[in-house]
């Protein structure tokens, strides 16, 4: 009989690799425990948090045998917040896990029998990349910071070695304010955001936020704090360049760009230059607005914005717009989901770039593609947040009878 673990237990387990929430597995007891802050061959006692069925998820209690991956971190940070991953490992083996992850879930979850060899762009800062973040607050016991790992208690944080100095300063701006009695009670939640022109520091359940602008690659990009826009943009615009050589490619087709989860641009701008018409898809309203004035400020008139859900649209009737050349697809990490994936291969596409930020969901995505009829050309992995788990990804996808 398999013996039941309670919260309390503790157990001795092995590493065996880490997976695709940056989480090491290992098995105990005739159970898989995953247990964060780990690297791969390590030995150690693990403290269990939660059980079901017959998985376990744990943290590190005390450890036998280090991995030669880990090291001892040069920049001070706090331990207990759980924002800081991967920091306990060497760079360039976060470089090669984070491969590994993305390996492990097309392996298990697109059910590759060959996984592609795949590349990783490497950040070029480790550290002070981040040009936005957000920090939970704590008004009446006078917490800055990030939750704790597992949980919801906030970890006063006086710096954050993954921020910019600017986004850094926000943050001490922040803390002297909650100091200073001027952040409401009910505050919960601020976002820190730093661009080339302009800061924002603001509750993250704002609406009305002030313009900011960023330059990535040679396009200017305008929007809100409450838009998504990248946090690393140097590693940004590598993620651009790797789309466009995949439309370089898609151009050689009859047909237009289109371009899903839009966002304020980031892909649509490049893609209308190369394009002779764009179309652009993006639900969230403040996002989509700003996409409108970033081609028309570009100075792009030959595009089409449209303001509905991506499954919504996919599934519509779409042919009077004509073939489509290249489709650009960038889901939050929940990724597109089946409904989405069925209606793109209604469009069917000759090229596709499938950008994610998850690779469970991009792996789900990808399986979804190939079964109808694509297959796999390449997969390139992009450091986005050096010092934690996440990877950023793009896989370029073809229709089998072109």
């Known amino acids: 009989m398999t013996q039941r ?7 001795d387990v092995t590493i065996d690799r880490i997976v695709g929430d940056g989480k090491g597995i290992g098995f105990a007891n005739g159970k898989t425990v995953f247990v964060s802050r780990t690297a791969p061959g390590e030995h150690l006692r693990v403290r269990v ?32 917040a759980g924002v800081y991953d991967f920091i306990h490992i060497g760079y360039k083996d976060q470089l090669k896990l984070k491969v590994g992850m993305v390996e492990d879930a097309l392996r298990r979850i697109a059910k590759l029998e060959t996984v592609p060899e ?3 762009v490497p950040s070029p800062d480790q550290f002070g990349y981040r040009s936005r973040a957000e920090f939970q607050v704590s ?5 800055v910071g990030y939750y704790a790992e597992n949980s919801k208690t906030i970890i006063d944080i006086k710096r954050c070695p993954l921020c910019t100095d600017t ?4 943050l001490q701006t922040l803390r002297d304010d909650v100091e200073a009695g001027l952040v409401p009670a009910a505050a919960r939640e601020y976002r820190a955001v730093a661009t080339e022109f302009g800061t924002a ?3 993250t359940t704002t609406n009305r936020s002030g313009m900011l602008q960023q330059k990535v690659g040679e396009f200017e990009y305008r929007f ?13 615009a590598e993620l651009v360049k790797g789309v466009m050589q995949i439309a370089t490619q898609a151009r050689a087709e009859n047909g237009y760009a289109l371009d899903l989860y839009a966002g304020v641009g980031l892909f649509s701008l490049p893609l209308a230059k190369l394009f002779k018409r764009i179309i652009a898809v993006e639900s969230h309203k403040p996002a989509l607005g700003w996409l409108k004035d970033n081609l028309k400020h570009n100075g792009f008139t030959r595009s089409k914005e449209i303001g509905v859900p991506v499954e919504h649209w996919v599934n519509g009737d779409v042919s009077r717009y004509g073939k489509v050349a290249l489709m650009v697809f960038d889901p939050p990490r929940t990724g597109a989901g089946d409904r989405a994936i069925q209606g793109m291969l209604k469009i069917a596409p000759a090229h596709i770039a499938a950008v994610s930020c998850d690779p469970a969901t991009f792996a789900r995505d990808i399986r979804g593609l190939l079964d109808g009829g694509y297959e796999l050309v390449s997969v390139k992995a992009y450091d986005m947040f050096p010092q934690t788990h996440h990877v950023e990804m793009i896989a370029h996808l073809k229709r089998k009878e072109l």
């Open 5 to 11: 673990t309670t919260p309390e237990t503790t157990l």
């Open 118 to 120: 795949i590349d990783i």
């Open 139 to 143: 008004v009446e016991n006078g917490l």
């Open 167 to 170: 986004v850094n300063m926000l």
């Open 201 to 203: 520091l603001e509750p």
């Open 49 to 80: 948090i939660r059980e079901s069925k017959n998985v376990v998820h744990a943290v590190p209690d005390k450890i036998y045998t280090a991995s030669p991956m880990r090291i001892t971190p040069e920049v001070e940070y706090e331990e207990r």
């Open 224 to 236: 809100t704090a409450e838009s998504f826009f990248q946090a690393n943009i140097p590693v940004a």
